[in-house]
């Protein structure tokens, strides 16, 4: 068989349709039955099944508490009030995620310091925390990015140190081991989304989960006033039962509170079939140029969950400087879908340089701060470059052997053959350079 790329007229080496085997969420007759109940008993807006969901949730993490949310943002809003976070106090989370890992601190009109990401992790780096924390700072907040635990020991190291909150941000992880131990149960308080594209789904939801009663009181008071009678004991917020103390209302909808029981019923089993298929993918790729698995090294006792929105490293300079563009181009015309990037840096966005929200007179990023700690380009390098060093890679839910085997078959073929993009990219400049 030739290895001529199919970017370049070759033929493709990937016969088979490999969306079946990448399809999410997978619900069942036993979902459809568990929503059906809800809708006809009419209890949309009741809160026994979500109880129940968080009795289940809070046993399979193996924590003390849980509270199911409308959505993750709304967890995570949730667990920044919990923790104390008030006006003009800062958090510190990486520039590379999801907005909601850091923006809904402005609601509490605190405000938010990124610190930069790893390249092998995708995760915050811990050596660029602690010079981020000032007098204000009042939490660290992780993410578990695309599954890869963050480097738990060090983060709470630094926050116990400094006496911080530690917020782990769980929403591409559930289910993902840290040296053995459950991601959102090791730092205060855990948050993460359940809605339809994440690992483990509730259709539109979110959870909070945390150990420290205290925590959960607060996190109840703020946005779950029908719940005050059984939960809030705390004499600080006794006397304010009855109206929730955000003025939020986070309740979650039960007819995703009873597909988020079902479907965490099966979770474990499907995690584990997931872990398989995607483990397998990249034991094919091993020791292929240019890329690399992002996965912890396996005796670690870490794990990837769910491996959310699944993510390969990019070594550009181990294929002569082949940009991740062209090679998820042609990667994909050998009939394997990637793309290139992650979330983009959010230290650049105008959200969180220029825009006033609330109407301060002036960003609400730096409107009760004491300092300008906005952050330009060229402060958070990694987080600046990191979408060239990365791209999506098939998100495999099933284990289908010949659906995994052509997909790395793709990518290998892409990197054990880039001189042929490298070369057609020279003979393209240098038409360009006569035409000129
Ligand atoms: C999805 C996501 C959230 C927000 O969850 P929603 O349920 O969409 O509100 C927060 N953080 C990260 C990292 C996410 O990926």
Redo the contacts with the bound molecule.
């Keep these: 068989m030739s290895d001529k790329l199919a970017l370049l007229g070759g033929t493709k080496i990937v016969s088979k349709d490999i969306g079946p085997a990448c399809k999410w969420p997978t619900i069942t007759q036993e979902d459809e039955q568990a929503v059906l109940d809800v809708l006809r008993a009419g209890t949309m807006s009741g809160i026994d099944i979500t109880k129940e969901w968080e009795k289940e949730f809070a046993q399979y993490l193996g924590v003390d508490y849980c509270l199911g949310h409308c959505?993750?943002?709304?967890a995570?809003l949730s667990a920044m009030f919990a923790c104390g976070i008030g006006v003009g106090d800062e958090i510190i989370a990486p520039s590379m995620?999801?907005w909601?890992?850091a923006l809904p601190c402005f609601q509490l009109g605190a405000t938010v310091v990124f610190a930069d990401v790893e390249v092998d992790t995708l995760g915050i780096d811990p050596d660029d925390i602690e010079r981020h924390i000032s007098p204000r700072t009042k939490a660290i907040v992780p993410?578990h990015y695309a599954g890869y635990p963050a480097d738990m020991d060090r983060i709470m190291a630094i926050a116990a140190r400094h006496g911080l909150k530690v917020i782990e941000?769980v929403?591409?992880a559930h289910g993902s081991l840290y040296k053995g131990r459950m991601t959102g149960t090791i730092g205060h308080v855990g948050a993460m989304?359940?809605?339809s594209g994440?690992s483990l789904v509730a259709s539109?939801a979110?959870m909070l989960a945390t150990s420290d009663r205290f925590l959960w009181e607060r996190a109840v008071a703020f946005g779950h006033y029908l719940r005050h009678g059984e939960a809030i004991t705390d004499p600080s917020l006794v006397p304010f039962k009855g109206y929730p103390m955000g003025g939020v209302k986070h309740r979650v909808n039960q007819i995703a509170s009873a597909l988020g029981r079902t479907q965490l019923r099966r979770y474990p089993q499907r995690l584990a079939e997931i872990q398989r298929a995607m483990n397998r993918f990249w034991d094919l790729l091993e020791g292929c140029p240019g890329i690399r698995a992002h996965r912890p090294p396996k005796d670690s006792g870490s794990t990837m969950g769910g491996w959310y929105a699944a993510k390969g490293l990019y070594r550009a300079e181990e294929l002569d400087g082949l940009g991740v563009d062209t090679f998820c181009e042609a990667v994909r015309a050998e009939g394997c879908p990637t793309y290139p990037g992650c979330n983009p840096p959010m230290h650049l966005h105008p959200v969180l340089n220029d825009c006033d929200i609330y109407g301060h007179g002036k960003p609400t990023r730096i409107a009760n701060s004491d300092r300008d700690l906005r952050q330009p380009p060229g402060s958070l390098p990694v987080a600046e470059k990191i979408g060239k060093m990365c791209y999506s890679i098939p998100w495999f839910k099933q284990y289908d052997e010949e659906a995994i085997e052509q997909a790395a078959a793709a990518f290998r073929k892409v990197a054990e053959n880039a001189d042929q993009l490298l070369s057609e990219a020279r003979v393209r400049s240098d038409c360009q350079a006569t035409r000129a």
């Design positions: 959505n993750g943002t709304a995570l995620t999801y909601a890992t993410v941000d929403s591409h989304s359940c809605m994440k539109e979110g």
